[in-house]
């Protein structure tokens, strides 16, 4: 059974950074594409970026560049999401998704409409 399990959400004060954790079980981690996107209630979810299977490559929606890093450890089936110099308006819920990368040509995919297998999501509160 695919299951994915976020952590590391909480509390944090503008300006702070927060480490998530995104760790997989039920597949074979290193031959997916992975995905980090965020909800407020009420909006569209929004992508952050992605992490691909092959040679770690990481693609990040315009507005995410420089403060959110992506990375993956395939040994632990967990991927990361780092983000720094946190702003009030970054408060979410954070949820990571899966796609196999033989469904998807080319690289990790960022609209959520090609991932298959989704976390409940951890949330993300930047206040002071």
């Known amino acids: 059974q695919v299951q994915l399990v976020e952590s590391g959400g909480g509390l944090v004060q503008p300006g702070g950074s927060l480490s998530l954790s995104c760790v997989a079980s039920?597949?074979?981690?290193?031959?997916?594409?992975i995905g980090w996107f965020r909800q407020v209630p009420g909006k569209e979810r929004e992508v952050i970026g992605c992490?691909?299977?092959?040679?770690?490559?990481?693609s990040y929606a315009k507005s995410m560049k420089g403060r959110f890093t992506i990375s993956r450890d395939n040994g632990k089936n967990t991927v990361y999401l780092q983000m720094s110099s946190l702003k009030p308006e970054d408060t979410a819920v954070y949820s990571c998704a899966v796609v196999p990368a033989t469904r998807v040509r080319g690289y990790c995919p960022k609209s959520e409409y090609n991932y298959s297998y989704w976390g409940q999501g951890t949330q993300v509160t930047v206040s002071s």
């Open positions: 039920g597949f074979s981690w290193e031959f997916h594409h």
């Open positions: 992490i691909s299977s092959r040679d770690d490559y990481t």
